[in-house]
């Protein structure tokens, strides 16, 4: 089974902070995702890599970096977290090129507080 | 990407069918139609796609109307774990770079009643 871990379930951070999330997968998945999910908005896409060290913005990219070092791993970074940031996050990897599903997988979420 | 239109919400008796609707009017003609769900507190889960042929596998039943600008997602025997939000997700199925994103909607909250 495709399994996509995240760091945390529930996290408390103080405005300012710097705050990291990480995500894992262990399918060899080459596109890597991160979306946050606020209520009455659904879920929006922050960031998405395709490639190790390749990154591209989605629809919600402001306040938010990432980096992908290594497949497995891709982490979603809040230089300087504010109180609008408080939200779930959801990481997704899927497969590359050549799949018509397509299906993305998705990890359990992390609910990240901002006081 | 096409713009898909859900119901907000929806009741179903459990055992009994339950077809959640979705337009895709705008449509293309190399758009697919995906169909994933988010039960609470998890993260969304793929349940099926097709591109105009029926598709059914053990989650469920897709079903494009000839035209396109139309499906409907079948759960044929609906259980109290199939409560979840349902989101149709119109997408060309693979090519590089940035069209490999989703663009999750608000989706359809199915409630299934015992």
């Known amino acids: 089974d495709v399994k996509v871990t995240q760091s945390s379930r529930y996290l408390v951070k103080r405005t300012g902070e710097k705050v990291f999330l990480e995500c894992v997968q262990d399918?060899?998945?080459?596109?890597m995702f991160w979306y946050r999910q606020d209520p009455g908005l659904g879920l929006r896409l922050i960031y998405f890599?395709?490639?190790?060290?390749?990154?591209e913005k989605g629809d919600i990219p402001e306040g938010y970096s990432v980096s992908r070092e290594k497949k497995e791993r891709f982490s979603l970074i809040l230089e300087s977290a504010s109180t609008n940031q408080t939200s779930m996050y959801l990481c997704?990897?899927?497969?590359?090129?050549?799949?018509?599903?397509?299906?993305?997988?998705f990890g359990p979420g992390t609910r990240l507080t901002v006081l | 990407d096409a713009k898909t239109t859900q119901p907000p919400s929806m009741d179903c008796a459990e055992g009994r069918a339950a077809n959640l609707p979705c337009n895709h009017s705008?449509?293309?003609?190399?758009?697919?139609v995906y169909w994933y769900r988010q039960i609470h507190s998890q993260g969304p889960q793929y349940i099926i796609h097709?591109?105009?042929n029926n598709e059914t596998n053990e989650m469920a039943s897709l079903i494009i109307t000839e035209d396109r600008k139309s499906s409907t997602l079948i759960l044929p025997h609906a259980t109290l774990r199939d409560t979840a939000v349902y989101y149709c997700?119109?997408?060309?199925?693979?090519?590089?770079?940035?069209?490999?994103?989703?663009?999750f909607g608000k989706g359809t909250l199915l409630t299934v009643n015992p």
């Open positions: 997700i119109v997408r060309v199925a693979h090519s590089g770079g940035s069209n490999y994103k989703l663009t």
């Open positions: 399918m060899d998945h080459e596109n």
């Open positions: 097709g591109l105009k």
């Open positions: 997704a990897s899927s497969i590359g090129q050549g799949s018509v599903k397509n299906e993305q997988f």
């Open positions: 890599s395709y490639d190790v060290k390749m990154k």
């Open positions: 705008t449509i293309s003609g190399n758009e697919y």
